[in-house]
């Protein structure tokens, strides 16, 4: 997958899984990774599948309802590239933690939603439920954040609430914060993902 690697200062640090909206490309979070912390190792990707031109993680049919197959496919291919990406680089395996904004978020979950240890952390900016049906493996209170807007068009409240809850169900430990914004990203969600990672990492 096309992808940019910065290496941290911080070593201790979790490694930051970068996952942008549908559109974007692997640098588009970096600032948001700058200033939730300065000093950790950054692995922006750029997903897989075209849409019109614009790279996403995984194949949808229209908005807001996912091609279930491509997405479970995907989602193993960002699993599997996590895993090389840590001998290529070196960087602990487990401690990575996603920063996945809309489509970005959407593929973070699913890797929750698939895959046991997979990540030690997640900020999901504008997140939806990945899919139904599936069990979650148990999440061993791995803290998330969760960042949504009360005036989003794309996401209704209830899809929000039903991740958190499911998140929850599986053990993670689940901070949530709701602006009046839309689907945009706001200042001040930042600003509290970033006071969630300082008292959590
Ligand atoms: C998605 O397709 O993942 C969501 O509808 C959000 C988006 O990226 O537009």
Redesign the pocket.
Known sequence: MEHIFKEGNDKNAPTFLLLH??GGNERDLLPIAEMISPNASVLGVRGNVLENGMP???R?LS??V?DEEDLVFRTKELYDFIEDMSKKYHFDRGNVLAIGY??GA?IAASVMYHYQDALAGAILL?P?VPLREVEIPDLKETPIFIGAGLNDP??PKAETTELVDALKAANGIVTEYWGEAG?QLTREEIVKAKQWYNDNF
């Open positions: 909206g549908t996403r993680f995984f949808r908005e807001g996912f809309s489509n959407n504008h939806m794309i996401i689907h």
